[in-house]
Nanobody
Framework: QVQLVESGGGLVQAGGSLRLSCAAF????????LGWYRQAPGKERELVAS???????NYAESVKGRFTISTDNAQNTVVLQMNSLKPEDTAVYYC????????????????????WGQGTQVTVSS
């Protein structure tokens, strides 16, 4: 099964930048979409950005023009580049893999399968 490992969160001043990375391990897979979500205290989890296997991207209005989502060539890592950060971007960020199928331990498992990263804290100070 896929294991997701996130990295790159931290504390930054307003106007600064952070780069979040989420790497998948444990199986071969084909994905439908990869995404980043965030959840601030007292608020519901919301979609920040997503990218499809065809390369189409989608962004929340609040981050358009500031955040960029991308994958590596092997398409087993999703990255969120966050620029011009604002205090309202403070939240725990989670990556999400929406899979069409997985292959591990010699067997094929048709999906859909949905996996979440462990979450990484992003704090933007004013």
């Amino acid at each position: 099964q896929v294991q997701l490992v996130e990295s790159g969160g931290g504390l930054v001043q307003a106007g600064g930048s952070l780069r979040l990375s989420c790497a998948a391990f444990g199986s071969r897979f084909k994905f439908n979409a990869l995404g980043w979500y965030r959840q601030a205290p007292g608020k519901e989890r919301e979609l920040v950005a997503s990218i499809t296997s065809g390369g189409s991207t989608n962004y929340a209005e609040s981050v358009k023009g500031r955040f960029t989502i991308s994958t590596d060539n092997a398409q087993n890592t999703v990255v969120l580049q966050m620029n011009s950060l604002k205090p309202e971007d403070t939240a725990v960020y989670y990556c999400n893999f929406d899979l069409v199928w997985e292959y591990y331990s010699g067997s094929y498992y048709p999906g859909p399968w949905h996996y979440w990263g462990q979450g990484t804290q992003v704090t933007v100070s004013s």
